[in-house]
């Protein structure tokens, strides 16, 4: 009789279990069937009337009974809740296909860019920046540089006076002797010099009168002229590109002898000619040669350094 | 320089060369070729014809009806239209078919009812400049000398089929600014031999010096001086052969004597000037500094006023000359000329550079004088063209010259061993290669050992040192045979400076906060110098400026960013955030460099937050910009040392700027434009900023703190509090933190209130309060102590009361 009462409790409570489509319901199920006052606990009170045979069956199915209905119950429980969570995540669906909201960022410009990516290039070679003021006197931007006032050299520079004895820099050259003058003739010399320029042009496509500019010199002991090269070579393939080229040319600066200027192979047409190389398939870039040893401030040099050491003067960055 | 490819054949054996190719070589030697001209691309067709007949044309005044030979079996008939056509003449046809330049075709045409089988042409038409075209054939058809064949090429007889190498010289080479120094530069390039033109003198018996006698005052200005005399000539054209190489060279033919000295200018690099012996006012030649004042009429016809800085060539009396330089248009050489002084001298520099600069007159001759002559080549070059004269103007050239020569140039003698040459150029030359360029360049070469003696001839007057010889042979020994080579010496260390590294930390946290940087001009217009100075200071003018506009060196970078602002609002940009960092200049005294700073401003306007479909718009506004700058105070550590003063600056709008104070010293300003600047350069609200980047990188940073992350719970307590409008949140946070003590960490504002429910004149700030003691939980008695106390100083410093 128990038994079978047992049995059809269960089979009651299975079929409840599984009508029931909400927590509050199957939460319903489990006090009515698995409560205190519920019909299991009722038939188990029952037992005393039952033989002493009998009594441990019955209790091991009544806990089987209650075991099976409670493990429904839970597997219920959370079919109900991530039924319930799923129904919910449905609803918070977004489009995804909206653009995100903007951060604000800036960004150089690309000038300064450029004259980082280089001073990065050259600080990796041991190299450190130097910098000057932008308003010079003759003195710094010509005569130390072996440019008198009646130099015919000076034909080539157009420059903004200030007074006869101030100008604004034409180049970034005077930093050069301003960084010697400081040196204490101790050690190698290592710098590069960017900066602004400011030539008496009119300003169009191609001219500025005011540029950037960035120079290096390099005092040290066994300095060649194929350092220079190589330098410009390294400086070449990592500012315009590894398949870059450089050639050097003979040329004439009034503080270098020798004197170079430097082409790199068109990066347009790749050194076959085209209009932006004017069909020679290289650029001028930069000019540079062997620091005139005459040269005031490398006063503080020694000798044996200055007999052999290099200077380039890079010219290629117009703003 | 212009080079004609077949003059210079003159002088060096070019054959296997073209002109393209010894361009090539001449640039990767030293001196850059700008160009290879050839003078008759696109040209055609165009032959020399004999006009048989001309009459006038029937319909037309203006024109003329001629029958031309042009070596064809019958003659052709042509119109022209030009005033100095006539029969008999020999002259230039564009035939049936021709091309001019332009690309310009000659077809059979009818002109008012006459048939035309091609063109008469004029040099212009051939694409000479008119600058170079004789006055004679100026405003008419050119007429060739009446030797030539009918018949032939018409471009070849005018030089046209000639290529022009056109050089671009330093200043150092100015031994190649004539044929025979580009030859001596080729010849070494190439390896082959000069072949100098060969002078022979052919004199009369009668001596110059009885007709003039030469002496030098300015002995320093002019240390030599040859006066030769030419009888009897008769001036008349050049031949045809010397016009088309000046014209070639860019120079304008004139007439025999004239382009003679101008022929031997291009061959020697000699100036020379040819004086009318009859009109020259005297029989000597006096060459003295001019007296203040004196006066000369030149050749321009140009009246012009000395002073004791110019070199004159004088009569004993009078100037005739301005040394150098041009000369006195009384003693000019005129068609009815008959007796020649032919002057060819060595002139310093520098005086003749004086000269024309102070009046204008750059030639080609004080080109080369300025730059220096060959002292060796003077006396050579007046012989020679004394024979080109005789030879090309009739007369005969008298015995000698009267002269001055007080110059001893001896060649500069240089030692050099090939280990120098070899460690500063990174090369392995053999002594034989160096010892071969310098006989390439025919300089005298003495060995001894390894030891080169170079004994460097006057014409390269550049070469005065030991490096002056390497760099000779490394341009010869050619620079792509340089290996490329990194230094290898003791190691320095590659760093950026503190200054260098906070101005790089700067730029990118103004990037990170959307600040795009700008570069603009430190010249600007005196208006906008001082605008927005944070200094008043007086601001630096140029000497001569290219315009206003870029006449004055800027005290602020903000006047420019605002014209930044104002073209791309002009073009439909309106939100903009910028930035620059660059120097102002600020004057000292006159003879003194000015101060230069740098600076950081900004300049942001339009929306600073735009999340369109979310419908969110946040306007750029004074805080957007102050956070900013806090954003960089605090990158740089400088948080602690910054603070803000109401402040009233021109041009700023008065109730929305604020000075910025580092340790109590002004170091920039922050605020927006002012509405009406605003308006008159049509910007929209713009939010500009302004710092010493100076000042922020060289104050002094406290080294950075660890800090634990606290162990302890802290507590919060907000307040709201009423105070009067004028009073400033700041100060009131101030009054908060130093009453607060060590147990208050954080005091954060939340909630401003400027309502109707308030009090007219009232605001209401509400202030978030964090107490933390890293050591222990604070007790609720420990914070209301601290607390109370921090009402109490309210209160009683800024009058403010608790809102209920």
């Known amino acids: 009789m128990m038994q079978e009462r047992l049995l059809e409790l269960q089979e009651e409570a299975l079929q409840k279990v599984a009508a029931a489509s909400e927590l509050k319901e199957l939460n319903e199920v489990r006090v009515a069937y698995l409560g205190k006052k519920g019909p299991i606990t009722e038939v188990l009170r029952g037992m005393g009337k039952l033989s002493a045979e009998e009594r441990p069956k019955i209790g091991a199915l009544a806990n089987d009974v209650r075991e099976a209905i409670a493990t429904k119950i839970e597997e219920k429980q959370k079919a109900l809740e991530t039924a319930a969570v799923n129904a919910k995540l449905a609803t918070e669906t977004i489009d995804v296909t909206l653009p995100g909201r903007p951060v604000n960022k800036g960004n150089l410009h690309p000038l300064t860019r450029v004259v980082e990516e280089i001073e990065d290039l050259f600080i990796g070679m041991g190299y450190t920046v130097a910098e000057g003021p932008e308003v010079e006197s003759d003195y710094y931007n010509f005569e130390a540089l072996n440019l008198p006032k009646s130099h015919p050299a000076r034909d080539m520079q157009d420059s903004f006076y200030i007074t006869d004895e101030i100008l604004m820099r034409t180049h970034t050259s005077p930093v050069q002797a301003r960084t010697m003058e400081k040196h204490k003739g101790q050690g190698p010399v290592k710098i590069i010099c960017p900066g602004k320029v400011y030539r008496r042009d009119n300003d169009d496509a191609t001219h500025s009168h005011q540029f950037q500019q960035i120079e290096g010199l390099v005092i040290d002991e066994n300095i060649s002229m194929s350092d220079l090269k190589g330098t410009l070579d390294v400086f070449a393939k990592k500012v315009f590109g590894q398949d870059r080229e450089i050639r050097l040319r003979p040329s004439f600066f009034p503080f270098t002898e020798p004197s170079v200027e430097v082409d790199i192979s068109c990066k347009i047409c790749g050194g076959k000619g085209c209009s932006v190389c004017k069909q020679t398939g290289w650029i001028e870039v930069l000019g540079g040669g062997i620091v005139r040893t005459s040269l005031k401030w490398l006063a503080s040099i020694p000798r044996n350094i200055l007999d052999s050491h290099l200077e380039s003067a890079w010219n290629g960055l117009p703003c | ?804």
């Open chain 2, 1 to 804: 320089m212009f080079v004609s490819y077949k003059w210079l054949q003159d002088y060096v054996d070019l054959s296997g060369i073209n002109a393209t190719e010894l361009a090539d070589k001449i640039t990767k030697s030293g001196i850059e070729v700008e160009r290879v001209e050839k003078k008759s691309e696109g040209l055609k067709g165009v032959v020399i014809g004999h006009v048989l007949e001309r009459e006038q044309h029937p319909n037309a005044d203006k024109l003329n009806k001629c029958q031309v030979d042009i070596g064809a079996e019958n003659p052709v008939q042509i119109i022209c239209g030009a005033p100095n056509v006539d029969k008999g003449q020999k002259v230039a046809v564009a035939t049936v078919g021709a091309v001019l330049p332009g690309n310009f075709k000659i077809k059979k045409a009818k002109l008012r009812g006459e048939e035309s089988h091609g063109m008469i042409c004029s040099l212009q038409e051939l694409g000479f400049e008119s600058k170079l075209v004789s006055k004679d054939y100026a405003t008419g058809i050119f007429v060739f000398p009446n030797d030539v064949e009918v018949g032939r090429d018409a471009l070849e007889e005018l030089g046209l089929s000639d290529e022009v190498l056109e050089l671009g010289l330093t200043p150092n080479r100015s031994d190649a600014l004539s044929m025979l120094g580009v030859a001596y530069e080729v010849g070494a390039i190439l390896g082959r031999e000069v072949k100098w033109p060969v002078v022979e003198k052919e004199e009369a018996a009668e001596k110059a010096t009885d007709y003039i006698s030469v002496k030098v005052e300015a002995k320093e200005d002019n240390p030599i001086y040859m006066a030769k005399i030419i009888k009897d000539v008769k001036i008349g054209p050049s031949p045809l052969w010397m016009q088309t190489r000046l014209m070639s060279a860019g120079i304008r033919p004139h007439n025999n004597v004239v382009d003679i000295t101008n022929y031997i200018l291009l061959e020697y690099g000699q100036p020379l000037h040819a004086f009318d012996y009859d009109r020259f006012g005297s029989k000597e030649i006096v060459i003295r500094r001019a007296k203040d004042a004196e006066k000369i009429v030149t050749l321009d016809e140009a009246e012009r006023t000395l002073t004791p800085d110019h070199l004159v060539i004088t009569n004993g009396s009078e100037p005739v000359a301005i040394a150098g330089v041009m000369g006195g248009a009384d003693s000019e050489v005129k068609n009815d000329t008959t007796n020649i002084i032919l002057e060819s001298a060595y002139f310093a520099g520098t005086v003749v550079r004086k000269a024309s600069k102070d009046h204008g007159l750059r030639s080609e001759a004080s080109a080369r004088f300025e730059k220096g002559v060959d002292p060796a080549r003077v006396r050579e070059a007046g012989e020679r063209a004394a024979q080109l004269i005789a030879q090309y103007a009739g007369g005969t050239v008298l015995q000698g010259a009267a002269e001055v020569d007080g110059l001893t140039m001896e060649p500069a003698v240089i030692s050099i061993t090939l280990e120098k040459i070899n460690t500063l150029l990174g090369t392995s030359m053999t002594v034989s290669v160096v010892e071969s360029i310098f006989k390439r360049l025919q300089f005298g070469v003495e060995l001894d050992n390894e030891t080169f003696t170079i004994s460097v001839p006057t014409r390269r007057g550049d070469i005065t040192i030991e490096a002056d010889l390497v760099e000779e042979a490394a341009r010869l020994y050619g620079y792509d045979n340089i290996p490329a080579t990194l230094p290898i010496g003791s190691a320095t260390p590659g760093q950026l400076t503190d200054y260098q590294i906070k101005r790089r930390k700067a730029r990118r946290t103004l990037e990170g906060a959307g600040l795009y940087q700008a570069v603009t001009y430190s010249l600007t217009s005196q208006e906008k110098a001082s605008q927005f100075a944070l200094e008043a200071r007086e601001s630096i003018r140029l000497a001569m400026p290219m315009s206003e506009e870029r006449s004055q060196l800027r005290l602020s970078i903000v006047p420019q960013l605002l014209e930044v602002v104002k073209y791309n609002n002009a073009r439909q940009i309106d939100s903009l955030a910028l930035y620059e960092i660059g120097s102002v200049f600020f004057k000292r005294d006159e003879q003194e460099l000015p101060e230069e700073k740098e600076h950081i401003a900004g300049a942001i306007t339009g929306l600073w937050e735009s999340h369109l479909w979310q419908g969110e718009k946040k306007p750029v506004d004074f805080f957007v910009a102050k956070g900013v700058i806090e954003a960089l105070f605090d990158t740089l550590g400088l948080a602690d040392q910054i603070s803000y003063r109401q402040a009233e600056i021109n041009d700023m709008h008065p109730g929305r700027t604020a000075e910025v104070l580092l340790n109590g010293e002004v170091i920039g300003f922050i605020g927006q434009v002012h509405p009406t600047v605003q308006k008159d350069l049509d910007i929209k609200e713009t939010y500009i900023f302004e710092l010493s980047l100076k000042a922020l990188a060289e104050a002094e940073v406290a080294p950075i703190a660890y800090q634990t992350i606290p162990r302890y719970p802290s507590t919060t307590r907000d307040i709201a509090l009423v105070v009067d409008q004028a009073t400033k949140a700041g100060d009131i946070q101030d009054i908060i933190e130093e009453a607060g003590g060590k147990l208050l960490k954080e005091v954060s504002i939340f909630d401003l209130y400027e309502g109707d429910r308030m009090e007219e004149g009232k605001k209401s700030i509400a202030y978030s309060l964090k107490y933390f003691d890293p050591e222990r939980t604070l007790t609720d008695e420990d914070i209301t102590k601290a607390h109370d106390k921090v009402l109490e100083a309210v209160k009683e410093k800024a009058g403010a009361e608790l809102r209920g």
